[in-house]
């Protein structure tokens, strides 16, 4: 997708009425936190025929996660379905700055709303469940071996190559066929679970981390333990930073 495709295509979205495409990043981010969040719920608590599944389960529900709504609303919104896309697309002059603001908080509610039905779902097996970190580890995200250092580091690294890869398969695949850049995402965002989700969980989004760790400090959950604020700002800076070197290389070599 070169830069002129880009702009054919911001004025195709630009057809939909600003609170269409708000609705549409909703719902697509609701979507991605409850595919993504509901295999770690899955995989991980008590009484869940899928406990066992492992970190393949993971990395294949966040890579679905995140190319389906793609798919489906790639084409009204942009599918941003993150608040560091919408602010690095914004920085590369690719995206209004009057329209940041709607499109993040449009984010942020499919994101508590994604979190509030992976609990409903799996409310009987979250009562089961006596592990404060297999609690938390359902909605957000933490550094393995306790290192802010590392938990920036990760994320950052993470979401520039989430972001690069996905604008590099979409100029690349996503071209001569919607159903080959669909595809390319999903592995994309698999790989990189698979690979760099490791350390902390590889939130690569600040909505998909920060709405859910808020549902889980509003929530009555017994066991559940505390939400970790004091390191909350690293999977939102860290994403917005990385997001904004990845999209900078991507739009480096777009043509």
């Not at 920085?91 to 449009?106: C, D, H, N, R």
């Not at 993470?158 to 001569?176: E, H, P, R, W, Y």
Request: glycine share 12%; with cysteine; aromatic share 12%.
């Amino acid at each position: 997708m070169n830069k002129q495709d880009e702009c054919s295509r911001g004025r195709e979205i630009m057809e939909y009425s600003l609170w269409m495409r708000v609705l549409a990043e909703c719902i697509g981010t609701a979507m991605l936190v409850l595919f993504g969040c509901g295999s770690i719920a899955a995989a991980n608590l008590k009484g869940s025929k899928a406990k066992g599944a492992g970190w393949l389960n993971v990395s294949l529900g966040f890579g679905v996660a995140i190319g389906l709504p793609v798919m489906i609303f790639g084409g009204v919104s942009g599918a941003h379905l993150n608040p560091a896309i919408t602010l690095a697309l914004a920085v590369y002059g690719q995206f209004k700055w009057a329209e940041v603001l709607p499109y993040i908080l449009g984010q942020l509610v499919g994101a508590f709303i994604g979190a509030a039905v992976v609990y409903f779902m799996y409310y009987p097996y979250f009562r089961k469940e006596e592990d404060p970190a297999t609690i938390f580890g359902v909605f957000a995200t933490n550094d393995a071996n306790e290192s802010k250092l590392n938990y920036f580091v990760s994320e950052f690294f993470a979401t520039m190559m989430l972001v690069l890869g996905i604008f590099g398969s979409l100029n690349m695949a996503g071209k001569t066929s919607k159903a080959a850049g669909f595809i390319m995402i999903v592995a994309l965002v698999a790989a990189l679970i698979a690979a760099m989700g490791g350390p902390t969980g590889a939130a690569m989004n600040p909505a998909r981390d920060l709405m859910p760790r808020l549902f889980h400090q509003m929530v009555p959950i017994a066991h559940k333990g505390g939400s970790r604020w004091g390191e909350a700002w690293i999977p939102v800076i860290a994403p917005i930073c990385g997001a904004i070197c990845g999209y900078g290389i991507y739009f480096l070599f777009a043509r």
